[in-house]
């Protein structure tokens, strides 16, 4: 957290207000996060932002001398203030604009990063990743390829961004239960109909998240400080003991890769 549609989200939220302006100078309150903040963001004063963009949950802020990149971590979240708005505290960042905004950083673990490279084509944070999930490359045929002879979990096997990015815990746990397929089944037993109607529900689950702004449980907030609204459409993630909402079972939870699985005893034989 935050995952996928929450990078979606505060991309579309932030990109109006740096898209075509000019940075005035980065601040940096704390440089100690996941890694150091990269001095070269302390250089930028004069550099026009041409564009944004994300890479599995990452934030790309494009000028012409290269690419900012953000990552928002376990807690972090991004908003868009005037100027003179008061600094609070675990803000760590802010990128000022010429437009009298500045896009503020605010991470209280510490667990997010501030980048720079210059090639986004060799950056070494990129070189291992596999498609985004909303992209045609991710397919029937990819994913039951990419599953055969993998003994791990099934819902391990989706969080792994080297076989396809952004499908963190909550949307694994919902794309599961939609599609019938218990957690700990073995990926490689997948059959190819299972590969079509779980990326099919992949895609779906991640484009209705980013409709609604992303799910806030706990951090996560919107640019504009508003929740994210799918939180209240989640069938089983953080339902523990509550009936299923289509048999009346209850929720069970299981912990697979040091993460907490929910899911039907039920509806999600193993």
């Known amino acids: 957290m935050p995952e996928l549609p929450e990078v979606e989200t505060a991309l579309n939220g932030v990109s109006p207000y740096l898209k075509g302006f000019t940075i005035e100078k980065i601040v940096v309150r704390q440089a100690k996060l996941r890694w150091p903040v990269s001095p ?3 250089q930028l004063s004069g550099q026009k932002v041409t564009a944004l963009s994300r890479r599995a949950k990452y934030l790309i802020i494009h000028t ?3 690419y900012i990149i953000g990552h928002l971590g376990m807690s972090g ?3 868009i203030v005037p100027h003179a708005s008061p600094v609070e505290k675990h803000d760590h960042l802010d990128i000022v604009m010429n437009n009298g905004k500045l896009l ?6 510490r667990f997010g990063a501030w980048l720079w490279t210059d090639n986004l084509t060799d950056f070494h944070l990129f070189l291992k990743l596999g498609p985004e999930p909303l992209s045609d490359a991710f397919n029937a045929d990819y994913l039951f390829k990419k599953s055969r002879k993998k003994q791990t979990a099934l819902k391990t096997f989706l969080m792994d961004n080297a076989v396809v990015v952004g499908v963190g815990n909550i949307y694994a746990n919902e794309s599961l ?3 019938g397929l218990h957690p700990q089944k073995t990926a490689k037993t997948l059959t ?3 590969c079509e109607r779980l990326v099919h529900t992949i895609k779906q689950e991640l484009t209705r998240a980013i409709q609604q702004g992303g799910t806030t449980l706990k951090d996560f907030l ?9 939180a209240q459409e989640l069938q089983v993630y953080g339902h523990k003991a509550r009936p299923c909402p289509q048999c009346g079972t ?3 939870s299981v912990v697979i890769g040091q993460r907490n699985s929910f899911f039907c005893p039920v509806c999600q034989k193993k």
């Open 40 to 42: 070269e963001l302390l």
């Open 64 to 66: 012409p001398q290269g």
């Open 77 to 79: 979240s991004v908003r």
């Open 104 to 109: 503020r950083y605010n991470d209280p673990r």
């Open 177 to 179: 239960f939609l599609c």
């Open 192 to 194: 190819k109909v299972q």
């Open 222 to 230: 919107q640019p504009d400080g508003k929740p994210g609204y799918f």
């Open 250 to 252: 209850k929720i069970e």
